[in-house]
């Protein structure tokens, strides 16, 4: 994947997890970061847009960040029913593309 | 209440060709782009391609991998995405997904999936 996250992270219930994603100055570095969740089975759904935008009904324990080329899910105060993959995504201007992170699977213990 | 309804997945032969449709409701379709994402099976995401707006000359663009196998277009009056593909590889066996793009917040809404197995 052109988006590099970490393939799994986890905490329990109550903690706070954080994902990074790392991209470079032609995507993430001159764009926003996307973050999208899945559930097993089922389709994506978008969770932060613009770096830090919550879309209507994304709870506020879910936040979002970008420093230069490299940005940041925080998931605080998480819940067993945040278990799921978590992908980062952003656009390269350079190739005119959609480029995603390979995924990272939270487990909460 | 925004839907998007993908159909025209199955199982085709290598070489083959077969076409997508997505048939959406609950928005004004011809005012965003579309796109399409596919995803392997217990794999990760990847983006097909895109259609802009008529304002934008319904202008595509594709990811380096189609190489001019597929072919994104739209039908605003039928409210319609489509993505032919031809020359279908086995690693383009994957889920495939229609998505809504081209207006803040950019890719929010996704279509249920339609699988696509490329095999002999």
């Known amino acids: 994947s052109v988006l590099t996250q970490p393939p799994s992270a986890s905490g329990t219930p109550g903690q706070r997890v954080s994902i990074s994603c790392s991209g470079s100055?032609?995507?993430?570095?001159?764009?926003?970061v996307y973050w999208f969740q899945q559930f097993s089975g089922s389709a994506p759904k978008l969770l932060i847009y613009?770096?830090?935008q919550r879309p209507s009904g994304v709870p506020e324990r879910f936040s979002g960040s970008k420093s230069g080329t490299s940005g940041s899910l925080a998931i605080s105060g998480l819940r067993s029913e945040d278990e799921a993959h978590y992908y980062c995504?952003?656009?390269?201007?350079?190739?005119?593309?959609?480029?995603f992170g390979g995924g990272t699977k939270v487990t909460v213990l | 209440e925004v839907r998007l309804v993908e159909s025209g997945g199955g199982l085709v032969q290598p070489g083959g060709s077969l076409r997508l449709s997505c048939a959406v409701s609950?928005?004004?379709?011809?005012?965003?782009?579309m796109d399409w994402v596919r995803q392997v099976p217990g794999k990760g995401l990847e983006w097909v391609g895109r259609?802009?707006?008529?304002?934008?000359?319904?202008?595509?663009d594709y990811a380096a991998f189609v190489k001019g196998r597929f072919t994104v277009s739209r039908d605003d009056s039928q409210k319609s995405l489509f993505l032919q593909m031809n020359s279908l590889k086995s690693e383009d066996t994957a889920m495939y997904y229609c998505?809504?793009?081209?207006?803040?917040?950019?890719?929010?809404?996704w279509g249920q999936g339609t699988l696509v197995t490329v095999s002999s």
């Open positions: 998505v809504r793009s081209g207006k803040v917040p950019w890719l929010d809404y």
């Open positions: 259609t802009r707006d008529k304002l934008n000359s319904y202008s595509t």
């Open positions: 609950g928005f004004t379709f011809s005012d965003y782009y």
């Open positions: 100055s032609s995507d993430i570095g001159s764009d926003y």
């Open positions: 995504a952003a656009w390269n201007d350079r190739l005119t593309v959609w480029v």
């Open positions: 613009r770096n830090n």
